[in-house]
Every structure is written in structure tokens, then in C-alpha cells.
């Protein structure tokens, strides 16, 4: 009998067991894996808090930092190299709240150019799902004493540069919106374009070089932090939802996967789908040619796939292995883009 009543409680134990594992495996929050990471097959239906995509992406943010300081009550044209001049106007900032700010602050800079330069930042060129083409976006940051000024209303920094493609006429300022309050990783999953209550055209101008005429664009940012130059693509042309599949250990936990477009400056961030285990993204135009990038990492190692797409619709779900590289590796290929 003491047997049978054995027994019985042993089975009762091992159920519970498979049942809090069960569990374990639909929870939205980032337990570090105990085994081997690269055997971790779950997925997360929110990611949250800190997990490898976060570091990750904190890993891929190697774009280049232009830094100056000013004079907050004084005029200021700071020229980086011979591309880009941003014009800083004194008597614009604030602090939070809301008193005109003097004295010595920081500036700091960085710009996004190519399609590589927008995945190391994970801003890919949409606004809320639809699909946008860039001509360079900028992170500006204006800091007194470590704490984060803002513009005061009415005022504005004038930013005027070439770009690396010809100027076009009809791109417009759009502003990056954040997660609140602000993430404290590059990875920001409420992160899109916001177009500008101003939908004038950015202003287009051209001067004689020494390399023959010079063409870029003269943008009047009304905010701080990330501001850029887009336009919407075609909306009226016929689209489709895309996906990407790769091996059961690549989840959305540890990956970030994104479409490159080859005729467009556009890259699209495809979210992680967690009822088919796959990344996917909507709204790609059919016929359009790009390039499917992975970018992974386990512990201290990272991994890199692509899949090259000559015409979305032939086929919508793509398939690939990526392939363990080296961080110098993955960003001289991101460069490249």
C-alpha cells in the first residue's frame, strides 16, 4: 500500500513539473536561458527588459558621433567636414521645464546616410507600417551639465547637406518618436517616422565645386533628438505580406531580421511573429527586388544571414541559415549596404 501511495505522489510531482515547464514557455518576460543559448527554441509574444536583442543592438550602434559644444545664448555654424553644416541659433533651448537656458552645452551628432547606417541605429524607414524612402536622417542632442535641453517653441536648428544620391524635390521633415519614458538601449520597439505638422517640401539647393555642382537639401528641425528627410513611397501599388524563416533556435529573442531594398534607400524591419515563429513585415510592393538580412547573437557570439529576393510575389515565404561571423565582419557588411 505504501508502495501504491508512492507512486501515486511521485506521478503527481513529475506532473506539475512538465506543467510549470509548460508555462515557463508562453511567459512575455526574458529569463536567461541556463543550458546552451543556441539551443533555446522559445519565443516571446512582447520582447521586454532586457534580453539579447537588446544587446545586440546596443553592439550594432557603431555610427559615426560628430560632438561640438556652444554657446547657448550665441549663433553657431558648426560644418563637419565638407557634407553636412548645422546652424544652432542662440537663446533656443530649454531645459525641462520649460526656462530658457545660457551658458555652455554639448552637441552631438550622428548621421544615418546608407541603408546599413539606418540598421545599426534599428530606425528602419517606416511610419506606422507604411513604407518610406530616406535621404539621410540625423540624431541630434543638445546636453548642460549632463541633463537633456529641448527646443524652445518657435525656435529651430537649420541642418544643410549633399547626400549621397541626387537631391529630389519632394521629401519631407519627419521626427523619430520614442518609447516614454526614453529606452535606454538603441533597441526601441515603439520607435517609427512621425511626419512634421509642416508638410512643405524640404528645400533643395545646389552650388559650383571644384568637383562641379554641388546638390543637397536645407531642412529646419522644430525638435531635437531624431529628425529626418523621407517621402512616402507609391501607396497605390499592389502589395503583399512577407516572411522570413529561419532555424527554430533563431527567435525573436536573440534576431532582428530586415528587408533591404535594392532600388530604394528603404529598409523594413520585420517583427518577429509569434504565432508562426517567423519574421514577417506587410505592405511590400509587388515585383520589388531586396535583400533579407539577419543579424543574431548568442552570448558573446553573433550570426549573419541573407537571402536575395529578385521579385516579392513569385514567392512570400523565404527560408536561410545564417552563418556565425565575427562583429568587424557583420559591420563591413553593413557598410557595404
Request: one cysteine or more; charged letters at 20%.
Amino acid at each position: 500500500m505504501n508502495k501504491i501511495l508512492l507512486f501515486f505522489f511521485t506521478m503527481i510531482l513529475l506532473f506539475m513539473s512538465a506543467c510549470t515547464k509548460e508555462l515557463s514557455i508562453n511567459t512575455n518576460t526574458f529569463t536567461p536561458y541556463q543550458g546552451n543559448a543556441f539551443n533555446d527554441t522559445t519565443w516571446l509574444k512582447n520582447i521586454t527588459g532586457i534580453s539579447p536583442i537588446t544587446a545586440l543592438a546596443d553592439t550594432l550602434a557603431q555610427n559615426t558621433l560628430f560632438t561640438d559644444s556652444i554657446d547657448l545664448w550665441k549663433d553657431k555654424a558648426m560644418i563637419f567636414g565638407d557634407s553636412l553644416e548645422v546652424d544652432f541659433k542662440g537663446g533656443s533651448c530649454t531645459n525641462n521645464a520649460g526656462t530658457l537656458q545660457d551658458g555652455k552645452a554639448r552637441i552631438d551628432i550622428i548621421r544615418l546616410q546608407k541603408k546599413g547606417d539606418f540598421i545599426k541605429a534599428y530606425r528602419p524607414n517606416t511610419s506606422n507600417m507604411y513604407l518610406l524612402e530616406t535621404s539621410s536622417a540625423f540624431f541630434i542632442r543638445i546636453t548642460k551639465n549632463g541633463a537633456e535641453l529641448a527646443l524652445a517653441p518657435g525656435a529651430s536648428i537649420k541642418i544643410k547637406y549633399s547626400d549621397i544620391s541626387e537631391a529630389e524635390d519632394n521629401m519631407q521633415v519627419f521626427y523619430g518618436k520614442e518609447s516614454l519614458p526614453l529606452s535606454t538601449s538603441t533597441f526601441d520597439p515603439a520607435n517609427t517616422w512621425v511626419r512634421s505638422l509642416d508638410t512643405s517640401w524640404i528645400k533643395t539647393w545646389s552650388t559650383q565645386s571644384n568637383y562641379g555642382i554641388k546638390k543637397g537639401y536645407e531642412l529646419e528641425a522644430k525638435s531635437l533628438r531624431w529628425i529626418s528627410a523621407h517621402r512616402a513611397l507609391d501607396p497605390n501599388q499592389p502589395k503583399t505580406n512577407i516572411y522570413a524563416i529561419l532555424p527554430p533556435n533563431f527567435t525573436n529573442k536573440n534576431t532582428a531580421v530586415f528587408a533591404v531594398f535594392d532600388h530604394n534607400r528603404t529598409v523594413i524591419d520585420m517583427h518577429g511573429d509569434y504565432a508562426s515563429r517567423s519574421f514577417t513585415t506587410s505592405n511590400i510592393p509587388l515585383k520589388t527586388k531586396l535583400l533579407l538580412v539577419s543579424i543574431s547573437k548568442f552570448g558573446p557570439d553573433l550570426y549573419l544571414g541573407t537571402r536575395l529576393v529578385n521579385d516579392v510575389g513569385t514567392m512570400v515565404n523565404y527560408s536561410f541559415t545564417p552563418e556565425k561571423k565575427s562583429l568587424t565582419q557583420i559591420l563591413a557588411f553593413l557598410n557595404s549596404l
